[in-house]
């Protein structure tokens, strides 16, 4: 059973192991071993970016494709809630309404996207990613009458899942249960579920086939695969599981805003994440997220206006502003991160010098029809000799 569970992919070590059912069974029970409003909220915000780095991995670590388009998708889910709740009015209709809505467009994107980008090399797909997530967050801080502009979505969640509602009138387990825990759980619930179909869809014989893209795709194409079609597929996915990833932070926060989920100090936190918790790996995401702690801006659900967002970008949302100095060496690490660029990069280096020292020898040493125009004297022996005899 747990074998199937896992899609027959357990962890490689004992340790990881351990550390994955410590993890597991803290954030299952994280209402009843941390009590607080701001414990749980970084409990499920792990939850959260545990099911959206798991996505990017799909993406990156996977297939080796760099994506900066990553957060839009993100941000499409959590303005798909947002929107249809205050449309709509409260309720479990408006958020599979938002749900939908939000699933169908980040459909249409990726596809579009994966079809009309894929066919180009690496950087210039994510040159491509990164205008079009930039043009994305514009168009969102701008359309302020559908989207609220820089001050974002304030909406409310159905009745179970409001603050306010308390079904028992005593504790449980030394708790008091309301729609705040509801709402934990149901995160939980969608991110494990989610979780486990991505480890599923990686183990699987199309996830062999991303991995043999990732490998060589020039040799995975000359057996017979098309490597276009798998990578827009890979995308779709990713973009999907994304999509949702959003929607649950909107209905955590009860609120969405450009940089709650379309900043691209989130985009640089996923990336970071999945380099700490290890690029291929699935459990690399919980591990990387745990470790990470990432942070997002504060909504008015937990206590923070215009200001206090603004005041919370400005510190950081995780581990990015801090990494904010060196950018530059942040967008030239991605270049390593490209397929083709993680091997042999340093000896391409250390070999430059010798091609270069080569060259400059071949300029420095005259060719053959050089000598042939050369005077008598720089001529060889041999040849002097027999012009000599001629000569007499």
Not at 216 to 233: C, H, M, P, Q, S
Not at 275 to 284: A, E, K, L, N, S
């Amino acid at each position: 059973m747990l074998k199937r569970l896992l899609s027959h992919d357990y962890p490689r070590s004992r340790i990881l192991a351990v550390a994955l059912v410590a993890i597991a069974i803290a954030l299952a029970f994280a209402p009843f071993l941390f009590p607080g409003s701001k414990a749980l909220g970084v409990a499920a915000k792990m939850l959260v970016f545990i099911l959206l780095v798991a996505s990017y991995d799909l993406l990156l670590g996977y297939t080796g494709i760099v994506s900066f388009a990553h957060t839009m998708f993100f941000g499409i889910g959590a303005y798909g809630i947002a929107i249809a709740s205050t449309r709509l009015g409260e309720g479990f209709a408006a958020v599979c309404i938002g749900v939908a809505a939000a699933l169908a467009l980040s459909l249409v994107l990726s596809l579009v996207i994966g079809l009309f980008s894929l066919r180009v090399k690496a950087i210039f797909y994510a040159m491509i990613t990164l205008a079009v997530a930039a043009a994305f967050q514009t168009l969102a801080s701008q359309l302020s009458d559908i989207t609220g502009g820089e001050d974002g979505l304030t909406f409310k969640n159905p009745l179970l899942f409001s603050p306010s509602f308390e079904p028992f009138e005593s504790e449980v387990l030394g708790l008091m249960l309301d729609g705040k825990v509801f709402s934990y759980y149901l995160l939980f619930g969608v991110a494990a579920l989610l979780f486990l179909l991505l480890l599923r869809i990686v183990n699987s014989p199309f996830g062999r086939v991303l991995q043999a893209i990732r490998e060589n795709d020039f040799r995975a194409e000359a057996i017979g695969y098309r490597t276009v079609v798998y990578r827009t597929l890979s995308n779709v996915l990713s973009a999907l599981f994304a999509t949702v990833a959003g929607a649950l932070l909107a209905i955590w926060l009860r609120y969405t805003g450009p940089d709650t989920t379309l900043s691209f100090e989130i985009m640089l936190d996923i990336l970071l994440i999945v380099v700490i918790g290890g690029m291929g790996t699935i459990y690399g995401a919980v591990v990387g997220s745990v470790r990470a702690r990432a942070e997002l801006p504060a909504g008015p659900a937990e206590g923070g206006g215009r200001r206090a967002r603004r005041r919370a970008g400005a510190r950081a949302t995780g581990v990015a502003r801090p990494l904010a100095a060196v950018a530059g060496r942040a967008v030239r690490a991605v270049g390593l991160l490209l397929p083709g660029r993680r091997r042999g990069t340093a000896a391409a280096g250390r070999a430059a010098p010798a091609r270069m020292s080569r060259r400059a020898d071949c300029a420095a040493r005259p060719g053959r029809e050089a000598r042939r125009r050369l005077p008598g004297a720089a001529q060889p022996a041999a040849a002097q000799r027999n012009a000599a005899s001629a000569a007499a």
